[in-house]
T-cell receptor
Framework: GDSVTQMEGPVTLSEEAFLTINCTYT??????LFWYVQYPGEGLQLLLK?????DKGSNKGFEATYRKETTSFHLEKGSVQVSDSAVYFC????????????FGPGTSLSVIP | GAGVSQSPSNKVTEKGKDVELRCDPI?????LYWYRQSLGQGLEFLIY????????KSGLPSDRFSAERTGGSVSTLTIQRTQQEDSAVYLC??????????FGPGTRLTVL
């Protein structure tokens, strides 16, 4: 079945460091791909998305490119801040009209000053 | 409202009691989803509604779990005879047709 794999962490970085969180997926067809973020004590928020191959999603300095050839959707940010400390979830949704989101296990990120 | 709302935000109950969790989706969103977030299990899909019908109930863990949606809006997730393993954060999301799912803040359920 469809699935998402991502590095589980925890990941600890110093402020202004470069961030990469790897995400790969297994799915039939052409899923939409998402990164969701969960800040401490808060609910899930959509961070960015891409709906077709080679699309790049971006938001708040984060980027991820939909790579169908490698079935990947790695999250990157050039310079992290303390406020980026959160859990990041890679996810997919199959390209049908209504469908559940399948989440990866989440990656905990801590950014230290 | 502007976003998905859920109530209560926290619920503590005793093993064997029934609980009801409520979700108010974003106005106009036709699809509504329930997920569960627990330690060791990550985020699990439970059920989704298209309008008032539930085409996919595949994620409900047992027959103690049920959900309904009325008027194409509010949804209630009911857990009967709660067990300690039901302790989790229950998340609701809503979306338009083929669009992004937006999540509520969740209900944290603790079964003692």
């Amino acid at each position: 079945g469809d699935s998402v794999t991502q590095m589980e962490g925890p990941v600890t970085l110093s402020e202004e460091a470069f961030l990469t969180i790897n995400c790969t997926y297994t799915a039939t067809g052409y899923p939409s791909l998402f990164w969701y973020v969960q800040y401490p004590g808060e609910g899930l928020q959509l961070l960015l998305k891409a709906t077709k191959a080679d699309d790049k999603g971006s938001n708040k300095g984060f980027e991820a490119t939909y790579r169908k050839e490698t079935t990947s959707f790695h999250l990157e940010k050039g310079s992290v801040q303390v406020s980026d400390s959160a859990v990041y979830f890679c996810a997919l949704r199959r390209g049908t009209s209504y469908d559940k989101v399948i989440f990866g296990p989440g990656t905990s990120l801590s950014v230290i000053p | 409202g502007a976003g998905v709302s859920q109530s209560p935000s926290n619920k503590v109950t005793e093993k064997g009691k029934d609980v009801e969790l409520r979700c108010d989706p974003i106005s106009g969103h036709t699809a509504l989803y329930w997920y569960r977030q627990s330690l060791g299990q990550g985020l699990e899909f439970l059920i989704y509604f298209q309008g008032n019908s539930a085409p996919d109930k595949s994620g409900l863990p047992s027959d103690r779990f049920s959900a309904e949606r009325t008027g194409g809006s509010v949804s209630t997730l009911t857990i009967q005879r709660t067990q300690q393993e039901d302790s989790a954060v229950y998340l609701c999301a809503s979306s338009l047709f083929q669009d992004t799912q937006y999540f509520g803040p969740g209900t944290r359920l603790t079964v003692l």
